[in-house]
């Protein structure tokens, strides 16, 4: 199977719209990783972290960039505040029927490990690893969300976003405008968790200016299977900063899986 390079990567059609997506092969014999990107991420925005633990377990592993991000397709649409809901419901399992994903293992970050938890209710899962995700909204959190705009108009951050993104603009104003949405202020999926069944590692960090453990720590109170929870001395990216620890927790939480 072809692996892509940032210069040429690998398109999937679904609903008419492209969407980016890198897949290394892996162990049929073993359930697939889908890598699901945070709120500014992309394919290529993991840093290679999909690659190593696809490396470090054998298993087949793929991450896809949403609509807007990356190489995909910019969306149709404006989001609404149910746009992890509507990912994790219409996209996530296309994406799955169309490559083939049985039973995958759903690694998501930040935004996107909210569209894996969400998913995990009703697509059939063989786990779910969750870094940062978020299901309700932190004051705090906003605080870090309206820095990132400032950075965004006013300083480097779109100048960065722009080597990843064919259009920064809305893989930003996607994530950003609807986070500070007042529509978004009382957005809360705490309810959905009870659908989710199969096992489930949460790792936070605990000096994240997006998020506390307040949000991992209802996955494993509300959650219906069981919860394993992880806190790391880092901020909101376990996986960039700290490597070897985040893979360690990873590829054990794996090892476990049946």
């Not at 994406?95 to 998913?119: K, W, Y």
């Not at 951050?157 to 529509?183: C, E, I, S, V, Y």
């Amino acid at each position: 199977m072809t692996v892509p390079t940032p210069d040429l990567p690998l398109l999937l059609t679904l609903d008419g719209l492209a969407h980016e997506y890198e897949d290394v092969p892996g162990d049929p014999g073993r359930a697939p990783l889908l890598f699901l990107h945070e709120g500014l991420g992309s394919t290529g925005l993991w840093r290679g972290f999909h690659r190593r633990i696809a490396g470090a377990t054998g298993r087949r592993a793929v991450a896809y960039s949403r609509l807007g991000h990356g190489r995909s397709a910019r969306p149709r649409a404006p989001r609404t505040p149910e746009f992890m809901a509507v990912e994790a419901a219409s996209t996530v399992p296309a994406l799955c029927t169309a490559l083939r994903l049985d039973r995958p293992v759903l690694v998501g970050h930040s935004d996107g490990g909210t569209i894996a938890l969400l998913a995990a209710t009703s697509l059939p899962v063989t786990g779910v690893v969750v870094l940062a995700p978020h299901v309700l909204v932190e004051e705090f959190a906003l605080t870090a969300i309206r820095d990132a705009r400032t950075a965004f108009e006013s300083g480097d951050l779109r100048t960065r976003m722009a080597r990843h993104h064919d259009d920064p603009d809305a893989a930003f104003r996607g994530w950003n405008d609807m986070w500070l949405d007042p529509a978004f202020r009382d957005w809360d999926v705490r309810d959905a968790l009870a659908g989710i069944t199969a096992p489930v590692l949460g790792i936070q960090g605990e000096d994240d200016p997006y998020g506390s453990t307040v949000h991992v720590r209802s996955v494993a109170e509300r959650a219906a299977g069981p919860v394993t929870v992880t806190e790391l001395p880092c901020g909101h990216a376990p996986h960039l900063e700290l490597p070897e620890e985040t893979t360690a927790a990873v590829t054990g939480f794996l090892r476990s899986l049946p």
